[in-house]
């Protein structure tokens, strides 16, 4: 009972990442590249989990979470400024745009199965996730989630069952192809796939969740949780394949509809319907905790999660993601943009987090070691190159400078990512 019990609780994580921003990224690759680029969802299931169990050895050890570790390993100067204001408003920031990724996502699919206007929808799921915020402890919304994600994965396995793509065409694109990064849409593609299921402020989350576990069974947990999250993804990218143009969510629809039947279009709806709340709520949630972790105490009862400081740091990003989705803005281009986004924070945290995991004082023989510095230092390595890669083409776009030739700039951004990581666990180990 106890491994079911971490199961449900680490449901939270794949629940977090499995939303409208996950089906808009994964379906979009799958109408644009079909199934080439399902590496980039492999790659995405190694790191998340790589730095969700260091998170998670983190607070099991330590019996702190993830932003208190990083207030007390830099308490002041510079490192103290750029632990927070860095590391803390990238993941604010982070919540933020998924959050209004989360609202739109949420209120397109859910009018599959809801003939009202969108602005009635978007107040529908912003109030939802509002509810359950108020109402329920982290704990408990973590537990209700899982059952969001069943709803909505098991729709989606079916239906990429359905479509009988060849074993052959699947192996084939767990391997990526060199010229990838030649074209700016692959190389989007790639970014939001990355950023939508490796989402930095899901490690905070985690490593809240995980204080009160055992190492074994939160090890347990994550490993199913993320293993069932990157199937899922995978499965939405198949029925993406089936997509006739650009994706939109109306598409999907019409998809599902001919492939399963007509009852399969409102189902969808009321899966992504249940997939924005999901995620609508733990953007906020770990946006509060975050806050608390880095900028308040814990034992103070304004920080509690009933307490009106952690309340308003949820409600603050929560009513941005409200304002985007009453805006007037196509959902899908609005989703993309924040998982890039959020691709490109990752080296960042996934920096600060390895830094913390080598620090033998603090974590004695939890802490890192070759193995897993091996893995760390891998997810710095494609992480920086995704992130700096895209960074990079903005920068070339905007000044109308030419870039390097992809063969010569991967390779080197991925090269920064490995030794700055290496940087960081070798000043750790002294």
């Known amino acids: 009972m106890k491994r079911i019990g971490s199961i449900l609780l680490w449901s939270a994580i794949a629940a977090a990442f499995i939303g409208p921003g996950t089906v808009t990224a ?11 680029l399902l590496w980039a969802i492999l790659f995405s299931g190694v790191a998340t989990f790589t730095l969700q169990e260091f998170a998670g ?7 702190e979470d993830l932003a208190s570790v990083l207030r007390t390993r830099y308490p002041i100067g510079f490192a ?10 990238a993941i604010l920031l982070g919540c933020a745009a998924y959050e209004a990724g989360n609202i739109l996502g949420g209120a397109a699919g859910a009018m599959l199965a809801l003939d009202l206007p969108r602005e009635a929808v978007t107040v529908i799921v912003a109030l939802a996730a509002g509810t359950l915020l108020m109402a329920g402890s ?13 709803l909505m994965g098991v729709g989606f396995l079916l ?17 990526p192809k060199p010229g990838f990064a030649d074209d700016a849409t692959s190389l989007l593609a790639v970014l939001a796939l990355v950023g939508t299921t490796v989402v930095p402020y899901n490690l905070f989350l985690g490593a809240a969740l995980a204080r009160d576990q055992g190492l074994d069974d939160m090890r347990f947990g994550l490993a199913v949780s993320v293993g069932i999250g990157v199937l899922i993804t995978a499965a939405i990218l198949v029925v993406g394949t089936a997509l006739d ?20 279009r409102t189902g969808a709806g009321i899966g992504l319907l249940a997939a924005g709340i999901s995620s609508a709520v733990t953007a906020p949630l770990a946006a509060a905790l975050t806050a608390r972790g880095l900028f308040g ?3 103070a009862p304004a920080w509690h999660a009933r307490g009106w400081r952690f309340r308003g740091v949820w409600g603050g990003i929560l009513l941005i993601g409200l304002g985007f989705g009453l805006a007037d803005i196509r959902p899908a281009p609005a989703i993309l943009a924040a998982q890039a986004f959020n691709g490109a924070l990752l080296p960042l945290v996934a920096l600060f987090l390895l830094a913390a995991m080598n620090d033998v004082e603090r974590l004695g023989t939890r802490a890192n070691g070759l193995v897993a510095n091996a893995f760390g230092l891998l997810v710095m390595g494609v992480a920086s190159m995704l992130g700096l890669t895209a960074l ?39």
Not at 57 to 63: D, E, F, N, Q, S
Not at 138 to 149: D, T
Not at 402 to 427: H, K
């Open 26 to 36: 994964a379906a979009s690759a799958g109408a644009s590249a079909g199934t080439a």
């Open 159 to 175: 239906v990429a069952v359905s479509l009988a793509p060849s074993i052959g065409e699947l192996l084939t694109g767990l391997v």
């Open 57 to 63: 050895r983190l607070a099991v050890t330590t019996g």
């Open 245 to 264: 143009g650009a994706f939109s969510f109306d598409a999907l629809g019409t998809v599902l509809a001919a492939e399963v039947g007509v009852w399969a």
């Open 297 to 299: 105490d814990a034992e």
């Open 392 to 430: 990079a083409r903005v920068i070339a776009t905007v000044s109308g400078m030419a870039l390097p030739a992809p063969g010569l700039m991967l390779p080197a951004f991925a090269l920064i990512g490995v030794f700055a990581g290496r940087a960081v666990t070798r000043r750790a180990l002294r």
């Open 80 to 89: 103290r400024i750029a632990s927070v204001l860095l590391v803390g408003g």
């Open 138 to 150: 982290p704990q408990f919304i973590a537990r209700l989630m899982a059952g969001f994600v069943a």
